[in-house]
């Protein structure tokens, strides 16, 4: 008998133990409710990069996108392989599925992205014909995509990580084709087809790389001056915990300068333990990137709210984060935990608006 109620009463609180973290349930002891969650603290959009056999197949995840972000950005479901993966050959429906889930739920989707040199369909790449039919190529995408998505997708990262850190223009593929000035012609390309869309120049480690700034600022005067429509820069920030308050404030600053938007469009803090598998970060990683979050949140506050476009981090929860893999964990760069709970830095953000 005694045996019995001991087998009961274990198979009950596994029962319940792993109930709570079968992953449909959100725990939100430690710090907040859907109600007061952190984006409706907020001044400006809170967003998060989408994969989309998470938000197919997972329903915590589907459920934190919609409790706690208010923009989604499609982490490769809008790029020119995906949607383009021969030539002519459209594939909508992954984009589509994004595209519906933002519009069903009140989340704004911000498109990323219409040309990123580095990401190119193989069928591109063994392209050795001439420079007029590959630009037609690129301006048929760009001009295919949005027109596909108007009125539904209403910001675009147009042109991806074009520069090196020094400062000059990576030289890369379409760059030997086509030129310097094919970048502004895809801006013009886009704004030819939405002309409500907002149009965004995008690249990474601005907070590391002075010249790199200065060169992208330079670009936007140079298009100002030229009539070539931008609306904003996005800032990758895929940062580091490292990461010193000068590089952030110089960064947000030259580039707020310009007085285009801007949008913090990737942001993870990355914050790696020596272990790999592990699934609690050390404290004290956890507290100095909680620090680096707020410092980046208080720091985008003091731009002029019209520039505000969204701060946007690289996905949900570090289980999702593209630094770890299936096979190793050992990165823990987000605001939500492997269980989709807000972490140290998702509350002292919350602090630091008080
Ligand atoms: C990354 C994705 O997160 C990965 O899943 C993919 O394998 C490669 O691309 N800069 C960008 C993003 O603009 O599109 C990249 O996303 C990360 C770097």
């Not at 109930?19 to 998060?48: M, Q, V």
């Not at 000035?181 to 087809?193: K, L, P």
């Not at 100002?224 to 990758?236: A, F, H, Y």
């Not at 929860?317 to 935990?337: E, M, R, V």
Request: aromatic content about 12%; overall charge positive; charged content about 25%.
């Amino acid at each position: 008998m005694y045996k019995i109620i001991v087998f009961i009463a274990i198979t009950v609180l596994f029962h319940y133990v792993g109930h709570k973290s079968d992953g449909n349930s959100i725990n939100y002891e430690r710090s907040t409710s859907p109600d007061s969650a952190l984006k409706n603290r907020l001044s400006f959009p809170l967003g998060a990069a989408v994969k989309i056999r998470h938000l197919r197949e997972n329903t915590v995840y589907r459920n934190t996108l919609k409790n706690e972000f208010n923009s989604i950005t499609a982490e490769n479901s809008m790029k020119f392989e995906a949607l383009q993966p021969n030539r002519n050959v459209y594939r909508w429906t992954n984009a589509d599925y994004i595209v519906e889930f933002a519009n069903k739920n009140n989340i704004r989707i911000h498109g990323h992205v219409l040309h990123w040199p580095k990401a190119n369909p193989k069928w591109v790449l063994k392209y050795k014909g001439d420079s007029a039919i590959l630009e037609n190529i690129l301006k048929s995408h760009i001009q295919t995509v949005m027109n596909h998505f108007k009125g539904k997708v209403r910001s675009w990262d147009v042109v991806n990580e074009v520069f090196d850190d020094d400062g000059k223009l990576k030289q890369t593929f379409w760059l030997k084709k086509l030129g310097p000035d094919y970048i502004g012609r895809c801006f013009q390309y886009a704004r030819a087809v939405d002309s409500k869309a907002l149009l965004f120049y995008n690249d990474y480690g601005q907070e590391y790389s002075m010249k790199k700034r200065h060169a992208i600022a330079n670009m936007v005067a140079s298009f100002k001056k030229r009539g070539i429509p931008i609306d904003g820069i996005g800032l990758q920030m895929h940062t580091r915990v490292g990461v010193s308050e000068a590089k952030i404030r110089a960064a947000i600053g030259v580039l707020a300068k310009t007085g285009l938007k801007l949008h913090i469009s990737e942001l993870e803090i990355s914050a790696r333990s020596k272990k790999t598998n592990i699934f609690k970060m050390e404290d004290d990683l956890e507290h100095q990137q909680a620090e680096k979050y707020n410092l980046i949140f208080k720091t985008y506050n003091t731009i002029p709210a019209k520039q505000r476009f969204g701060i946007t981090t690289w996905n949900v929860s570090d289980a999702d984060s593209w630094k770890n893999t299936k096979n190793k964990y050992f990165d823990f760069p987000l605001l939500f935990d492997h269980e989709y709970r807000p972490k140290e830095a998702y509350r002292a953000i919350l602090k630091g608006l008080e």
